[in-house]
């Protein structure tokens, strides 16, 4: 068994892997839009920062967005026998034994042109982690999501104690979309971001 928080190695070929590069291929028009934010970010602030700053302020968010893009592809989640792996991108991922966790299921919110669906799993210090490469969005769609959960859910039920398996109290961040989480950023960054500027002046 591997144990929590240790590397992980090549996924064996018994293991459920799910990969992000898999499911996060951006079309044409997502890249298009991509770089159209940078180029419109550059010239609503030029005035502010001059050409220099707009320039680096573009160019510091198309990096901020291909690194993004770069660590959603290199995620995955790979449900083996001693546990579940998670890794966002960064390292070699961090393993969490079957004792360990608590419950699995699925959030699901309301997404634009829908609803975005997320595995996660809930740890016995009260942790929640979701399941990267395990989603189901318009923007991403999953056919085969529901069967990949069952998946996931028949692994766990068979490596647990049903003593060990506790249903958690919903919070409120359960009932906070992915969209109205942005908007929440969006509200705090832009007056920051303004406020920048004119100080910058």
Sequence with gaps: ?????????????????????????????HLALALLVPAV???ATIRGLGLTGALWLAGGSLAFIGLGLALARRSFSAVEPGGITVCWGFGRGRTHPWQEIRWIDVRTTKAEGGTASQVRMFLADGRRRAL???ADSPLHPSPDFEEQYRRIL??????????????????LRDR???????????????????LVLFLMR
């Design 154 to 171: 028949a692994r766990w039920e068979l490596s647990t104690e049903e003593s060990g398996r506790v249903r958690p109290r919903r919070q």
């Design 1 to 29: 068994m591997t144990p929590s928080g240790s590397g992980h190695g090549a996924p064996d070929a018994g293991d459920l892997v799910f990969r992000g590069r898999d499911r996060y291929r951006p079309s044409p028009a």
């Design 176 to 194: 906070i979309s992915p969209t109205v989480a942005g908007y929440l950023i969006a509200l705090v960054l832009v007056p920051l971001g303004m």
């Design 132 to 134: 990267p490469g395990l």
């Design 41 to 43: 970010e550059a010239a």
